[in-house]
């Protein structure tokens, strides 16, 4: 299926590791044109660029905070510079934190994971929409997470983060429609990336995993980055302001297949 996104300008924040370079690369094999933002791993973004220019594609890579207006202001202008701006941003960057119960956790701990999550999907999603809005045209993509809508002891400011994106999209989404311009959410479940090694390389851990999610496997990057570069094409060009889950059932609430 052609999913006519050729040449599009796309920036996937966060694009150089885990779910952000599996849909950057997922873009990239789609002939469009991709900006991976990152913060740290530079060797990392080097390498995507280094990959997509030479089979002839056209990247870009960006250095930026995205919890920093001035610095996302930056990163939009170079998109400006290069390409004369933006079709598609992926919302992909972010932090879980350390786990702390609430009662216990460190302010600023707790703040940085909302400042990153939340503010910085924010931040990002209006340097876009500036653009789409303007141009009539466009799609902004949030990552958020199951925890959106499931409680996760130990992680409130990132399940609050997650569900304020939730929120936060729809309320945009409401706004840019009548601009011809969709604003909605992909919510990854237990995926294997370098946020949740530890539980997946842990062989007790890995099987408590799995009693938690009905198709009794964890979810690969590409799972999230073919769902990711449909929803971001015209495919799905009557879908907005929602969230598509990609979860393999973790929030058919597992634990209520026997019992009750
Ligand atoms: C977290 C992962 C976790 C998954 C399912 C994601 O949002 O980043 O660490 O494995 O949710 O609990």
């Known amino acids: 299926m052609d999913l006519g996104l050729t040449n599009k300008r796309v920036l996937v924040t966060g694009g150089n590791s885990g779910l952000g370079a599996a849909i950057a690369k997922a873009f990239a094999a789609e002939d469009a044109r991709v900006a991976i933002n990152y913060l740290v791993n530079p060797r990392q973004a080097d390498i995507f660029v280094e990959e997509v220019t030479v089979a002839g594609g056209e990247a870009l890579q960006l250095r930026a905070d995205i919890s920093d207006p001035e610095a996302v202001e930056a990163m939009f202008k170079a998109i ?119 539980v997946w390389r842990d062989a007790e851990g890995y099987r408590d995993l799995l009693t938690k999610i009905p198709l009794r496997r964890i979810g690969e990057p590409e799972d999230v980055a073919n769902i990711a570069i449909m929803l971001a094409s015209d495919a799905a060009s009557y879908v907005t302001a929602t969230t598509i889950f990609v979860d393999g059932g973790m929030t058919d609430y597992p634990s209520f297949a026997h019992g009750g």
């Open 80 to 198: 400006d510079d290069a390409w004369g701006g933006i079709d598609i941003l992926v919302n992909n960057a972010g932090i879980d934190g350390e786990r702390a119960l609430g009662w216990e956790a460190d302010t600023d701990a707790w703040s940085k994971v909302v400042d990153v999550n939340l503010k910085g999907t924010y931040l990002c999603a209006r340097e876009a929409l500036r653009r789409m809005v303007a141009q009539r045209s466009g799609v902004v993509l949030n990552t958020t997470s199951v925890h959106q809508v499931i409680a996760w002891a130990g992680y409130s400011a990132y399940t609050a983060s997650k569900a304020g994106v939730s929120m936060m999209s729809k309320s945009l989404a409401q706004e840019a429609a009548p601009h011809g311009v969709r604003v909605l959410c992909i919510a990854p479940g237990a995926i294997r990336t370098p946020i949740n090694r530890a």
